[in-house]
Nanobody, 124 residues
Framework: QVQLVESGGGLVQAGGSLRLSCVAS????????MGWFRQAPGKEREFVAA????????YYADSVKGRFTISRDIAKNTVYLQMNGLKPEDTAVYYC?????????????????WGQGTQVTVSS
């Protein structure tokens, strides 16, 4: 069994920064991607960023490219999301997820495990 615990959300002014952390417990063997998704009120959950666990290759949604950075620490079994230049439209609950399948990095349906989510609110 894999458990994911996010932290680091909060309230920040537009233009500010936050760093989200996601600590994973359980197996790392055959883990393919870890990703961040977000869901704003009344909207569907959307892909934000992903990292291939073994190679550390990274992938981003166009809306966050150049502002957000995903990284991972294998020794700590942790993935991070550094968010700079935050905008009010980044306001959402952010979820960490892990996949052990051979599916995509961008589809929520391909992820096997999810954290409980952390709220990020950006004021204008």
């Amino acid at each position: 069994q894999v458990q994911l615990v996010e932290s680091g959300g909060g309230l920040v002014q537009a233009g500010g920064s936050l760093r989200l952390s996601c600590v994973a417990s359980g197996r790392t063997f055959s883990r393919n991607f870890m990703g961040w998704f977000r869901q704003a009120p009344g909207k569907e959950r959307e892909f934000v960023a992903a990292i291939r666990w073994r190679s550390s290759s990274t992938y981003y949604a166009d809306s966050v490219k150049g502002r957000f950075t995903i990284s991972r620490d294998i020794a700590k079994n942790t993935v991070y999301l550094q968010m700079n230049g935050l905008k009010p439209e980044d306001t959402a609950v952010y979820y960490c997820a892990a996949t052990y399948s051979s599916g995509t990095y961008y589809s929520a349906n391909d992820y096997n495990y999810w954290g409980q989510g952390t709220q990020v609110t950006v004021s204008s």
